[in-house]
């Protein structure tokens, strides 16, 4: 089991940068993957990035793609989104998973974090 806590949310103006952390306990945080997912008001919970145990796959969703970076160091059992060139359609509350295997659908990850509120003014 792994418990997660996302952290670096805030108020950033449109253009503006954040960079999230996700911090997980447990020994074995290294054989999850690991994904963002983000949820707007009024809206449903939307993939926004993941990445494999290894780092060596991602995948993004296309609103986010060429602007968020998902990345992970598993020395320190973090996994980060650096999100750039940030819009105002990117305010949401924005939730890190783990799952067993890379994947895009809510349903595949087992364990999630609170959320930290990103918003984005225009």
């Known amino acids: 089991q792994v418990q997660l806590v996302e952290s670096g949310g805030g108020l950033v103006q449109a253009g503006g940068s954040l960079r999230l952390s996700c911090a997980a306990s447990g020994r074995t945080f290294s054989s999850y993957a690991m994904g963002w997912f983000r949820q707007a008001p009024g809206k449903e919970r939307e993939f926004v990035a993941a990445i494999s145990w290894s780092g060596g796959r991602t995948y993004y969703a296309d609103s986010v793609k060429g602007r968020f970076t998902i990345s992970r160091a598993n020395a320190k059992n973090t996994v980060y989104l650096q999100m750039n060139s940030l819009k105002p359609e990117d305010t949401a509350v924005y939730y890190c998973?783990?799952?067993?295997?890379?994947?895009?659908?809510?349903?595949?990850?087992?364990?999630w974090g609170p959320g930290t509120q990103v918003t984005v003014s225009s």
């Open positions: 998973a783990a799952a067993n295997i890379i994947a895009t659908t809510e349903t595949s990850y087992a364990y």
